[in-house]
């Protein structure tokens, strides 16, 4: 079935650095849509930003990532982590009427 | 903003016992969602539903039932509560295949 990977649970970074996390999709589908959603502590989660475009990038509060079907991965970047950053991040993958999610990754910025 | 609402939001039942948890949104979403939030295993589909009247079982059903009577609600019910069902819910709503508007959670404790 379909499904997606988030193979860091935890990503610890010190504030200004580079923040990378990782997200690889299986599907039989050829058009999936692709999801960042962001959960702050004691929040709901909210989407980040979303794409559906091979080789396009999309970008939303500093934040940056790119649907590679070739590869089925859609990495969240981000150039400098700021301490709000901090949060539960969750790639997930829609092909109709239901979004699938990855277990979703830490982000963790230190000052 | 799209407003979604759950009830209740803190909930301790006993083994055996009925819970009911209520969702309401007023986007006039087709689609909504029951979700269950977990450690290591990220939001995880129980049911979701395209429209008044209608259900369909998600990727762990067992030990849920779910009502839509209404465009505006839609909720999740546990006939026999049991101590892994545990967890912290979310409804969402939202278009086909799009952007998820997350209610802002009900914590259940089953005792």
């Known amino acids: 079935g379909d499904s997606v990977t988030q193979t860091e649970g935890l990503v610890t970074l010190t504030e200004g650095l580079p923040v990378m996390l990782n997200c690889t999709y299986q599907t039989i589908y050829s058009n999936p849509f692709l999801f960042w959603y962001v959960q702050h502590l004691n929040e709901s989660p909210r989407l980040l930003l979303k794409s559906f475009t091979d080789n396009k990038r999309t970008e939303h509060q500093g934040f940056h990532a790119t649907l590679h079907k070739s590869s089925s991965s859609f990495h969240l970047q981000k150039s400098s982590a700021q301490l709000s950053d901090s949060a539960l991040y969750y790639c997930?993958?829609?092909?109709?009427?239901?979004?699938?999610f990855g277990t979703g990754t830490s982000l963790l910025v230190d000052p | 903003e799209a407003a979604v609402t759950q009830s209740p939001r803190n909930k301790v039942a006993v083994t055996g016992g009925k819970v009911t948890l209520s969702c309401n949104q007023t986007?006039?979403?087709?689609?909504m969602y029951w979700y269950r939030q977990d450690t290591g295993h990220g939001l995880r589909l129980i049911h979701y539903?395209?429209?008044?009247?209608?259900?369909e079982k998600g990727d762990i059903p067992d030990g849920y039932k779910a009502s839509r009577p209404s465009q505006e609600n839609f909720s999740l019910i546990l006939e026999l509560a049991t101590p892994s069902q545990t967890s912290v819910y979310f409804c969402a709503s939202g278009p086909r295949g799009n952007t998820l508007y997350f209610g802002e959670g009900s914590r259940l404790i089953v005792v």
């Open positions: 997930a993958l829609s092909l109709g009427y239901k979004l699938t």
């Open positions: 986007n006039n979403h087709n689609n």
């Open positions: 539903s395209y429209g008044a009247g209608s259900t």
